[in-house]
């Protein structure tokens, strides 16, 4: 059995998601794997100084950040924890170093930006010659030094043109760049449903004569959210809400305690997204890569917005929704009744899901040949798996 390293961190809900889905695709595939994954900040919580100086983990001031909406600058900051990164770089590859050689894997995922090089340089002194992949959860890099790094060692994973561009550009070869259809999903986004949406909607007391949006902002939430609401509510648009609040309990208590003209679902922490937007037509939410890559395969066109406020590793984002035309990107929230507007637009709303119907993400089932060829034989091959029909399990 091939041991399989996936390092991951809790600064937004993405990565673990990612480590998460390789994971339970590996199970459900019945590959001959062991899959174990790392919680990164755990591990090097010795190293950090932001906690050392406030108390509180680098990832839990990122989501902080992203609860309040405290965005903007945050390419500055973004540097700065670079630069920080860079000047410990010698003590986390030593740190890096010792974990390794306690577990002993035969390849090691990352799908966390930022300490990729230390990752890749500790690895190949623990391990030479044993793979190293980073499996890049944006949908672009945001250079230099975010996703991919001047380290040989280093396989990457992009599911995008660009950000396949973007490593050849940084100087990696094509035995190097695996190039992918889409962001990594979990397996419940391919499953085949029969799920009734009308039931789920009145499961969430809505209508099942309305429109329905879902507003989603991360597993964190963001008080946005209650800003949208009060907006789509005083233009009195037909329209109803789910609002996805995840373990943000203060914003979720805030909007169910409001008396709503417009019908509002409120939902805290869930892992029943995936069925939940059977029960919406459009979403709306920040520019976020598995946010709008869940929407994709839900079938869901999204509106977003762009600006000084928005994170650097996702403006892009908003770029690929505009080229795709797969939704609507507003400059700001302040404008999100235009927005819900045009998707209540009966050929505009078509078009759009024309055009979301057009992507086919089938990026895990891909990522698991990727990773099946660099460990070596031994495990299924792709003829075992009917992938056209995603079928999980053979």
Same mark, same amino acid.
């Given at each position: 059995?091939?041991?399989?390293?996936?390092? +991951?961190?809790?600064?937004?809900?993405?990565?673990?998601?990612?480590?998460?889905?390789?994971?339970?695709?590996?199970?459900?595939?019945?590959?001959?794997? %062991?899959?174990?994954?790392?919680?990164?900040?755990?591990? =090097?919580?010795?190293?950090?100084?932001?906690?050392?100086?406030?108390?509180?983990? @680098?990832?839990?001031?990122?989501?902080? @950040?992203?609860?309040?909406?405290?965005?903007?600058?945050?390419?500055?900051?973004?540097?700065?924890?670079?630069? =920080?990164?860079?000047? +410990?770089?010698?003590?986390?590859?030593?740190?890096?170093?010792?974990?390794?050689?306690?577990?002993?894997? %035969?390849?090691?995922?990352?799908?966390?930006?930022?300490?990729?090089?230390?990752?890749?340089?500790?690895?190949?002194?623990?391990?030479?010659?044993?793979?190293?992949?980073?499996?890049?959860?944006?949908?672009?890099?945001?250079?230099?030094?975010?996703?991919?790094?001047?380290?040989?060692?280093?396989?990457?994973?992009?599911?995008?043109?660009?950000?396949?561009?973007?490593?050849? &550009?940084?100087?990696?070869?094509?035995?190097? @760049? /695996?190039?992918?259809?889409?962001?990594?999903?979990?397996?419940?986004?391919?499953?085949?449903?029969?799920?009734?949406?009308?039931?789920?909607?009145?499961?969430?007391?809505?209508?099942?004569?309305?429109?329905?949006?879902?507003?989603? /902002?991360?597993?964190?939430?963001?008080?946005?959210?209650?800003?949208?609401?009060?907006?789509?509510?005083?233009?009195?648009?037909?329209?109803?809400?789910?609002?996805?609040?995840?373990?943000?309990?203060?914003?979720?208590?805030?909007?169910?305690?409001?008396?709503?003209?417009?019908?509002?679902?409120?939902?805290?922490?869930?892992?029943?997204?995936?069925?939940?937007?059977?029960?919406?037509?459009?979403?709306?939410?920040?520019?976020?890569?598995?946010?709008? &890559?869940?929407?994709?395969?839900?079938?869901?066109?999204?509106?977003?917005?762009?600006?000084?406020?928005?994170?650097?590793?996702?403006?892009?984002?908003?770029?690929?929704?505009?080229?795709?035309?797969?939704?609507?990107?507003?400059?700001?929230?302040?404008?999100?009744?235009?927005?819900?507007?045009?998707?209540?637009?009966?050929?505009?709303?078509?078009?759009?899901?024309?055009?979301?119907?057009?992507?086919?993400?089938?990026?895990? /089932?891909?990522?698991?040949?990727?990773?099946?060829?660099?460990?070596?034989?031994?495990?299924?091959?792709?003829?075992?798996?009917?992938?056209?029909?995603?079928?999980?399990?053979?």
């Amino acid at each position: 059995m091939k041991k399989i390293l996936v390092v +991951f961190h809790d600064a937004g809900g993405g990565h673990r998601n990612a480590a998460v889905a390789l994971q339970a695709m590996a199970a459900a595939q019945q590959r001959d794997w %062991d899959v174990e994954l790392v919680q990164f900040q755990e591990l =090097t919580d010795r190293l950090d100084v932001l906690k050392k100086l406030t108390g509180i983990q @680098i990832q839990e001031q990122y989501n902080t @950040i992203l609860r309040n909406g405290w965005t903007w600058g945050s390419q500055f900051l973004l540097r700065v924890l670079q630069l =920080t990164i860079r000047i +410990f770089h010698g003590p986390l590859v030593k740190l890096l170093e010792e974990f390794w050689k306690q577990r002993p894997a %035969d390849m090691l995922i990352s799908v966390i930006p930022h300490f990729n090089r230390e990752i890749a340089e500790s690895w190949e002194k623990s391990y030479p010659g044993r793979p190293f992949v980073t499996l890049i959860t944006d949908l672009a890099d945001f250079p230099p030094r975010f996703w991919i790094e001047p380290v040989k060692e280093q396989f990457v994973i992009a599911g995008t043109e660009k950000a396949v561009e973007q490593a050849r &550009a940084f100087g990696k070869d094509d035995a190097h @760049i /695996f190039g992918v259809s889409g962001m990594v999903l979990r397996p419940e986004f391919y499953a085949e449903s029969d799920v009734d949406t009308v039931a789920v909607k009145r499961e969430l007391e809505l209508r099942d004569d309305l429109p329905t949006a879902m507003v989603l /902002f991360g597993g964190f939430g963001s008080k946005v959210m209650y800003e949208i609401a009060e907006k789509i509510d005083a233009a009195s648009l037909p329209v109803q809400l789910i609002l996805i609040c995840g373990k943000n309990e203060k914003l979720a208590r805030r909007l169910k305690v409001k008396k709503w003209n417009i019908g509002t679902s409120v939902i805290g922490f869930t892992k029943e997204v995936h069925k939940l937007m059977h029960a919406a037509d459009f979403l709306i939410g920040k520019p976020g890569p598995g946010s709008i &890559a869940e929407a994709m395969q839900r079938r869901l066109p999204v509106i977003v917005d762009c600006n000084s406020w928005t994170l650097p590793q996702e403006r892009y984002n908003a770029e690929w929704v505009t080229e795709k035309r797969v939704g609507v990107v507003l400059k700001s929230f302040e404008d999100v009744v235009i927005g819900v507007q045009q998707m209540l637009e009966p050929a505009r709303l078509a078009e759009f899901k024309r055009n979301v119907a057009a992507q086919d993400n089938r990026a895990i /089932f891909e990522i698991m040949e990727i990773l099946e060829n660099l460990t070596g034989p031994g495990g299924k091959g792709l003829q075992a798996f009917d992938l056209r029909d995603d079928v999980l399990v053979p």
